[in-house]
């Protein structure tokens, strides 16, 4: 790709080269593919209130064990949330920023009061 060709009016994204552009967007793409499935961003909401473990995360889901443990999995493989053990008990919270200030976007459009909501 022909990186040497972008406009310096252009802003955000579009100011970058073509091939940086391309090297971020696969980036971005598996970030968002992570946080693309409902039951790993109510895990993240819940998260983003603090530390939870397993079995409180199961409660306030209304899920099985083994599904939120599935979703934990995959978040963790991605970077996003991080485990601590306390005993038997295994206590997650967010490692990513980047996933908090998802999070947080994620609240101000979609549930916040400010939110349009039908």
Same mark, same amino acid.
């Given at each position: =790709? ?18 940086? =552009? ?19 961003? =109510? ?76």
């Amino acid at each position: =790709m022909d990186s040497g060709n972008h406009d310096p009016n252009l802003q955000g994204c579009a100011a970058l080269p073509a091939d940086e =552009m391309a090297a971020r967007a696969a980036e971005a793409a598996l970030f968002l593919k992570a946080l693309g499935h409902e039951g790993r961003l =109510m895990i993240l909401c819940h998260l983003s209130g603090g530390e939870r473990s397993v079995t409180e995360l199961e409660a306030l889901l209304g899920a099985r064990q083994a599904a939120v443990s599935q979703q934990l999995a995959r978040l963790r493989a991605e970077g996003l949330v991080s485990a601590r053990r306390d005993g038997k008990v295994i206590h997650y919270s967010i490692r990513d920023p980047k996933a908090a200030a998802i999070m947080a976007l994620v609240y101000d459009l979609f549930c916040g009061p400010e939110s349009a909501r039908p």
